[in-house]
C-alpha cells in the first residue's frame, strides 16, 4: 500500500453529500446531484488525464489487502444506514415536493456507486461473505437478478448481439434502458433453467431455484417496509431502486456503446480484448467508482480486484469521465454527434 492510495477514501464523499442532505434538508438535498452530475464532470473535463504505462499483472487471485477490502466492506453498513435514514425522513417528515425529488435522486444515485457498483465488484469475489455481502447491497436496491446474470450472462456475451447490457451503434439511451431492464431478468432466468435443467431438475420452477429464491427476499423486505413505515416507505423504497436502476444503465450504455466482437471461422466470437469496452482514465470518476471506468481491463481478467486494475491503451477512450458521459448519453443527438465517429470499425475475422 502507498500513500497515494488513501486517494480511494474520496470515494465516501457520495455518502457524505447524501448525509448531509438528509441531514439540512432545504437546498442542501441537492448537494449529491450537484456534486456527482456537476462538479465532476466539470473537474473532470478541466484536468484531462494522462495516463502513464503500468507495470502488467501476471494474476489477480493474491492481490487482497485489507485496505482496499474494507473500504468495499463499509459501503454495505453506510448505504443500507443512508437508506433507513432516508425511508424514516420521507414517512415521518413533512417534506416539500422539492426536497422529495432531491433526496431520492441523492439516495438513488448512493444506490447506484454504493450499491450496484459496489455489489458488482464484490461478486466477482471468490469469498463467501463477499458474496453475500453484494447480495445484501443488490437486495437493497431491488437489483438480485444481477447477481445471476453478470457474471454468468454479460461477461459471456459482452459486445455480442447475445448481451442485453450492450447498447447497439445508432441505439439511444431511451431505447437501450428497457431492452436492457427486461433482457437482463430473462437472462438470469434463462441461465438459471438452463443450470437447474443441466443438474436434473424437472423444472425451472423449483425451490433450487436462486432467481425465484432473490424475488422472495425482495418481496419479503418490500413487506417489511409496509409493515414498518406504511405504503409511503414502500413508495419511497422504489423510487430510489428505480433512480439506481436508471443511473446503473446508464452506465452499461456508456461501457460498450457500439462495440462488436467479431466471429471466428469455427462461428464463435472472439475473446474478450480491451478493445471491447470503453475506458475513461479520468481520476476523480475513477476513485469514485472503484475504478470501475478502468473496464476494460475488468472485462480481460474479471477476477483483478479494483486497485489492481490497469491502463489499456488498446482500449477505446471515453472523452471524459463517467458522469460526464452519463448526461450526454442522456441527450441521444449529442450522443451520436460525440460518439459515433469514435466508435472502432471492427476488422475482417
Known amino acids: 500500500m502507498r500513500p497515494a492510495d488513501l486517494r480511494y477514501l474520496l470515494a465516501y464523499l457520495v455518502p457524505a453529500c447524501v448525509a448531509v442532505g ?41 492481490l487482497r489487502h485489507p485496505f482496499f477490502d474494507g ?41 447506484g456507486a454504493l450499491g450496484i457498483n459496489v455489489a458488482h465488484e464484490l461478486g466477482h469475489r471468490p469469498r463467501a461473505l463477499e458474496q453475500r455481502l453484494a447480495q445484501v447491497l443488490l437486495a437493497s436496491v431491488l437489483y438480485l437478478h444481477f447477481f445471476i446474470e453478470h457474471n454468468r450472462g ?28 427486461v433482457g437482463e431478468f430473462r437472462s438470469a432466468w434463462h441461465l438459471e433453467a438452463t443450470r437447474l435443467h443441466r443438474a436434473g431438475a424437472p423444472s425451472p420452477w423449483t425451490p433450487s431455484n436462486q432467481l425465484l429464491q432473490f424475488q422472495v427476499v425482495q418481496l419479503e423486505l418490500g413487506l417489511v417496509i409496509v409493515v414498518v413505515l406504511g405504503w409511503a416507505g414502500l413508495l419511497a423504497w422504489l423510487s430510489v431502486a428505480a433512480v439506481a436502476a436508471v443511473l446503473f444503465q446508464l452506465v452499461n450504455y456508456v461501457e460498450h456503446y457500439g462495440l462488436q466482437r467479431r466471429r471466428t471461422a469455427s462461428g464463435a466470437y472472439e475473446r474478450v480484448q480491451p478493445h471491447h469496452s470503453w475506458n475513461s482514465e479520468h481520476a476523480l470518476g475513477r476513485i469514485l467508482l472503484y475504478e470501475l471506468t478502468r473496464h476494460s481491463d475488468h472485462h480481460y481478467l474479471a477476477s483483478r480486484p479494483y486497485h489492481t486494475l490497469r491502463h489499456q491503451p488498446a ?11 452519463m448526461l450526454l448519453a442522456a441527450l441521444p443527438p449529442l450522443w451520436f454527434r460525440v460518439m459515433n465517429p469514435r466508435v472502432p470499425v471492427p476488422t475482417a475475422s
Not at 76 to 97: D, I
Not at 169 to 177: P, Q
Request: charged content about 5%.
Open 315 to 325: 482500449s477505446p477512450q471515453m472523452p471524459t469521465g463517467y458522469p460526464g458521459m
Open 71 to 111: 473500504l468495499l466492506y463499509l459501503n454495505v453498513p453506510l448505504y443500507l444506514g443512508l437508506l433507513g435514514w432516508y425511508l424514516v425522513v420521507f414517512t415521518q417528515t413533512q417534506l416539500t415536493g422539492t426536497e422529495v425529488v432531491g433526496l431520492t435522486l441523492s439516495v438513488g444515485i448512493a444506490g
Open 154 to 181: 454479460h461477461h459471456r456475451h459482452v459486445a455480442t448481439p447475445q448481451d442485453p447490457a450492450t447498447a447497439r451503434l445508432h441505439e439511444s439511451f431511451w431505447l437501450f434502458l428497457p431492452r436492457a431492464l
Open 22 to 62: 438528509l441531514q439540512a434538508r432545504g437546498p442542501w438535498v441537492w448537494l449529491t446531484p450537484l456534486f456527482v452530475f456537476g462538479l465532476v464532470p466539470l473537474l473532470e473535463w478541466t484536468w484531462p488525464p494522462h495516463p502513464q504505462p503500468e507495470p502488467a499483472l501476471a494474476t489477480a487471485g493474491p
